[in-house]
């Protein structure tokens, strides 16, 4: 179990919120994912407790999956179109 500790810190601390940045177009998406990512991890550990499962990684983590799952998909599919900035001519 202790070796699957970076897949499983990369999975609650990130990849929620990795998605959402990506989504919202943030410059520091990596910052920004680590930041979306904390309520979302909070939450679903909270309503969890809220619903008296036992709070385990086994019942917590396919919640995340889920999560993450819905904001990939929400990213792919409702993504803004890039910004197109008109090229500057060139000036002697």
Partial sequence: MLVLLPVFLLLGLFLPGFFV???LRQSLWGASAY???LPILFHCVFWLGIAGVPIKLWTVLPLLIAV???AAWVQRKFVLPAQKTPATPWTW
Avoid: L, N, P, Q
Wanted: hydrophobic share 45%; aromatic share 0%.
């Fill in 21 to 23: 940045a990506r989504c």
């Fill in 35 to 37: 930041v979306i990512s």
């Fill in 68 to 70: 993450s799952g819905a």
